[in-house]
């Protein structure tokens, strides 16, 4: 365990700098050198940001009828940018962080794809469930050609047709990418830790669930996350995972002494 004082100077550090890109990288070091001595949820300053960055975006009633929340940061500077954070919720109504991994999400540009079309390399903001009948171990994407292992794709249908948008692995030719906004839309991962996530998700999160309220558009997305009820005010279910991801641009640039 990390002594009560090694604790609060560590903190004391983190609070000290933040503004700079520097003293955040440091920061973030500093708590994954720590992370040795102690679990993260002892002491990890990003992954307190993140639930706290979480929470206050949830409506309670999402927050309630959800178990697992995965959100990624596809800012490109600060504490949280480019990382997932993987939140089990505890019987007691807390986030319990249990993985923190690098990603890259999008590009955000535009580009031509292999069939010679120009295609967007943005990853929407908002909130999205994951596709029970895509949940792929082995893809390959037939907009750019690349490998997909591990593609959990979203549960989402901008303008009638199932997005192309998936979490899932990359190989070692992209690994050093990691950390920063490097794909063609999607959120990419490790292969070892996009398998671990995608076990999880199939053995342990399976089952009903309610189903958000999309809007229409290629820019539709649930960005409330709303749920969808019938008429007589119950929420409409369907087979799935109680899985909610949550994807903005929030960095944490100058947020952390919220924690403190």
Not at 120 to 133: I, Q, R, Y
């Amino acid at each position: 365990m990390v002594s009560l004082d090694l604790r609060s100077l560590a903190r004391t550090a983190v609070v000290a700098c933040l503004v700079t890109s520097s003293c955040l990288v440091a920061a973030r070091a500093l708590a994954f050198d720590m992370q040795e001595e102690t679990a993260p949820s002892t002491y990890d300053v990003a992954g307190e940001l993140a639930a706290q960055h979480l929470r206050e975006n949830l409506l309670d009633e999402v927050f309630e009828n959800f178990h697992l929340f995965i959100y990624v940061d596809k800012a490109r500077s600060g504490l949280l940018a480019q990382r997932m954070y993987v939140f089990n919720k505890t019987d007691d109504g807390q986030l319990a962080l249990l993985y923190d991994w690098p990603v890259s999400t999008g590009r955000n540009s535009t580009e031509t794809d292999l069939t010679g079309r120009l295609q967007s390399t943005h990853t929407p903001s908002g909130f999205f469930e994951l596709d029970p009948k895509r949940m792929l171990e082995n893809h390959v994407s037939g907009q750019w050609g690349e490998e997909m292992p591990y593609a959990m794709f979203f549960d989402w249908r901008p303008n009638g047709r199932p997005t192309g948008l998936a979490i899932h692995g990359t190989g070692d030719e992209n690994l050093a990418e990691l950390g920063t906004a490097a794909s063609a839309g999607c959120v990419r991962l490790s292969i070892a830790n996009a398998a671990i996530l995608f076990d999880l998700i199939e053995t342990q999160f399976r089952g009903p669930t309610p189903k958000l309220a999309y809007l229409d558009g290629q820019d539709g997305v649930s960005s409330e996350g709303l749920l969808l009820h019938d008429q007589a005010g119950a929420l409409e279910m369907a087979d799935g995972y109680s899985v909610l991801v949550y994807i903005d641009a929030f960095g944490g640039e100058g947020q952390m002494a919220s924690l403190f």
